[in-house]
């Protein structure tokens, strides 16, 4: 075996061993994670990815294969399945049997040494033409709708479901809403612009707490992104650290179809390692959900004009000396919960607290209806009661025992923010005061499935309707 072989071979088994093996910790946004021996499902309400393995799990291939179709029919999802040039064949025929199809272009599996890509770039391949220049995009960026539009018509996702395959390894707009839709030291997006024009793109991101980073898409062969990918990489961010230790990043994996891209990148000190090629299922029956079922906001035109509109309608008055901070509507009633204070009592009252309002808010909603979870000065979400369990993070993972779904993103109570729970023409809702400890809950129809509980739960109330009653409660 010649140099260049023992090191495409040796990319490939660093490959293998972290990539093909690796379970998002965290779930992306609105996904949950299941495992089953050799293959961990990531479930996102719209479709499901499959990943295998490169070991052999010594059992029947075909009734591994069946338990995936039938654990994603369950969900109405699509899945997704990545098969690997070097995968052993009884894997590819057992998927064929079982009526899975090959999906978009077969892609070069590509791994680099960061070393390897700081030598071939010295030489100046990697420097933007006169009149050009390369940044990473940033929050609220004004070029964000003219991104969209340029990954769109390269292929890059966008114009169709989340799970359609496209000509990147994941479309800019399936990685986004894996972030919530932000630009945070977990997806760094390049941009390459021409004066006032924007004439490319590339968006990249670690791949959990192992050594490689992940370029998902470019929408033309530029290696004018990988610099700055480099110097992203090594810093403590894209280490993790802020959220989980991960070790030095030591490797970038990237994916492209035969054509430029894939020459560009091979001329950078990228080795092509094997191929992969996705095979997708579609499952009987009804069709799959169009939207995952959490969704982050965080600004936005939505996020905005809901804050907006409840600010407005409920003359919304922040401050340590506003008590009550809103005027509460004739159909409410306002709850004296308590200090979060970390004991059992105060855990257990917020969780009957949580539990009363969940299960209200699901039988007031319609079907298909989403509602909003906001956070004064943090990241919301939109998203399906009825396709959420318990309260928690947003994601889950599984390990058998019937399905799981993504968690209730944010609890109605809280220690030092305001919290809304509101539908999104605020008819009814919820509204957690951090400093007088109260908890409003207003609209005849969440009420009529709350308050009994909740006064059962809680003690007499403080407020009916904006006014007190009963057991009257000063702040200080």
């Not at 719209?46 to 029919?73: F, I, K, M, N, Y």
């Not at 109405?76 to 995968?87: L, T």
């Not at 390897?116 to 050009?132: L, N, S």
């Not at 949580?354 to 909003?372: D, K, N, S």
Request: a neutral charge; aromatic letters at 8%.
């Amino acid at each position: 075996m010649d140099d260049t072989a023992a090191r495409a071979g040796d990319l490939l088994a660093a490959y293998d061993t972290q990539v093909r093996t690796h379970v998002p910790e965290p779930p992306p946004v609105g996904a949950v994670i299941e495992r089953d021996g050799p293959v961990v499902r990531t479930h996102y309400g719209t479709h499901a990815t499959v990943s295998r393995a490169p070991h052999p799990s010594g059992g029947d291939e075909g009734a591994l294969v069946r338990r995936q179709q039938e654990a994603c029919a369950g969900r109405r999802e699509p899945a997704v399945w990545r098969v690997y040039g070097h995968d052993p064949a009884p894997w590819g025929r057992a998927l064929r049997e079982a009526g899975f199809t090959a999906a978009g272009p077969e892609r070069t599996l590509l791994v680099a040494r960061f070393d390897d890509i700081d030598a071939a770039t010295a030489e100046g391949r990697a420097v933007p033409a006169k009149g050009q220049r390369v940044r990473r995009l940033g929050h609220g960026d004004h070029r964000d709708r003219e991104l969209r539009r340029l990954a769109e018509a390269g292929g890059g996702g966008g114009g169709g479901p989340e799970w359609e395959p496209c000509a990147y390894a994941r479309g800019l707009e399936a990685v986004r809403a894996d972030h919530g839709g932000l630009v945070s030291w977990g997806l760094n997006v390049q941009l390459l612009e021409a004066e006032t024009r924007l004439v490319g793109a590339g968006w990249a991101e670690p791949v959990g707490r192992t050594e490689f980073v992940a370029v998902r898409g470019m929408t033309g062969p530029h290696a004018e992104y990988l610099p700055p990918w480099l110097r992203w990489a090594r810093t403590p961010w894209a280490l993790g650290r802020a959220v989980a230790p991960a070790p030095e990043r030591r490797y970038v994996t990237a994916e492209a179809p035969r054509g430029p891209v894939l020459d560009t990148l091979l001329g950078c000190g990228f080795r092509a390692v094997t191929t992969v090629r996705d095979h997708v299922w579609r499952p009987p029956g009804p069709p799959p959900y169009a939207t995952r079922p959490v969704t982050m906001l965080l600004g936005g035109p939505e996020h905005d004009a809901l804050c907006a509109a409840f600010e407005r309608r409920f003359a919304f008055r922040p401050g340590l000396d506003s008590c009550p901070a809103v005027e509460e509507p004739a159909s409410s009633v306002t709850w004296h919960v308590g200090t979060p204070d970390g004991s059992a009592r105060a855990e257990r009252v917020r969780g009957a607290v949580q539990e009363i309002v969940e299960r209200a808010a699901r039988a007031a909603t319609p079907p298909g209806e989403q509602l909003y979870a906001l956070s004064w000065w943090h990241q919301g979400y939109r998203f399906d009661p009825a396709r959420v369990s318990g309260t928690g993070h947003c994601g889950g993972t599984g390990r058998g025992g019937g399905p799981v779904r993504p968690s209730w993103p944010r609890s109605v109570c809280g220690d030092a923010d305001y919290l809304m729970l509101l539908t999104r023409d605020l008819r009814m809702g919820t509204f957690w005061h951090p400093w007088e400890e109260s908890l409003c809950v207003f609209g005849p129809a969440l009420l009529a499935g709350a308050e009994s509980a909740l006064t059962e739960t809680l003690g007499t109330v403080m407020r009916r309707g904006g006014r007190n009653v009963g057991n009257v409660w000063t702040y200080e």
